[in-house]
């Protein structure tokens, strides 16, 4: 990106340019993205197309005020800090499902970020309800975080099992990917019936108290490990709360694979 594609994101995320490279610039813009760019998957049903191309990304995130889910969001977010000064690489997981069971190769993006100061960080704004901050990629005891405790220990492969609250997360692999090795895994998750993303309609966002969700017509907000949920009982209060509570300008709702 040049520099007024980069001011550009800055302000999508209302962050001012870091004067440095450093870990704690890596935090600040961290959760400001999560607290601007909703996780979300509601091209899959507005029945849009979805590009991993970085101009395509950067085109929706900044321009058209919309989120993503992990291959957008920190493909995006790799851009921005890669024009930032930061040394970033991407790294491909395979996610678990609820039995323990890894998912597909490519199933997830996530970044490694070093930076001047000599961090070596684990950068992850597209995992839906993760880490606020980024994790010492490091440190092999517990990380504790707004968003949970999180561990990340090396396998006899050497890959990274990165678990949160005591659960397993998603398996990273350490090898650096480049955007486009990640095609099949959208492509998978964009129209496989056994995705998640097909069998969901969801966006969400960090807030200063928690996090707010909308998942089909509940809207959940969590407030100190506290959740509440309201039905929205029409369109027009469906799109209202994408428009008030998410940014985002839709002229039709969602279909809803779970109605």
Request: aromatic residues 6%.
């Amino acid at each position: 990106m040049d520099a007024s594609r980069t001011d550009a994101y800055l302000r999508r995320i209302a962050t001012p340019r870091p004067a440095a490279p450093t870990a704690q610039a890596l935090r600040t813009l961290h959760l400001a993205h999560q607290r601007a760019v909703p996780f979300e998957n509601l091209s899959i049903h507005l029945g849009e197309d979805i590009s991993i191309d970085e101009e395509a990304i950067v085109a929706k995130l900044v321009d058209r005020h919309r989120g993503g889910f992990c291959y957008e969001l920190n493909g995006g977010f790799a851009a921005l800090l890669t024009a930032l000064g930061f040394e970033v690489s991407l790294l491909q997981a395979r996610v678990y499902g609820k039995e323990g069971h890894l998912g597909i190769p490519y199933d997830h993006l996530a970044l490694r970020v070093r930076t001047v100061d000599g961090a070596d960080l684990l950068a992850d704004v597209g995992f839906g309800a993760h880490s606020h901050f980024p994790l010492d990629l490091g440190e092999r005891g517990e990380q504790r975080d707004p968003g949970g405790v999180f561990r990340i220990a090396e396998t006899k492969e050497g890959d990274l099992r990165v678990s949160k609250d005591g659960a397993p997360e998603y398996l990273l692999e350490q090898r650096p990917r480049e955007l486009r090795d990640f095609e099949v895994g959208c492509w998978y998750n964009c129209t496989s019936p056994q995705s998640t993303f097909t069998r969901s309609l969801v966006c969400s966002l960090v807030t200063d108290e928690g996090r707010l969700t909308l998942s089909g017509r509940t809207l959940k907000t969590t407030v100190g490990g506290e959740r509440h949920s309201v039905e929205l009982t029409s369109d027009r209060e469906v799109l209202d709360t994408y428009r008030e509570s998410f940014g985002i300008e839709l002229d039709r709702v969602p279909a809803d694979p779970t109605a």
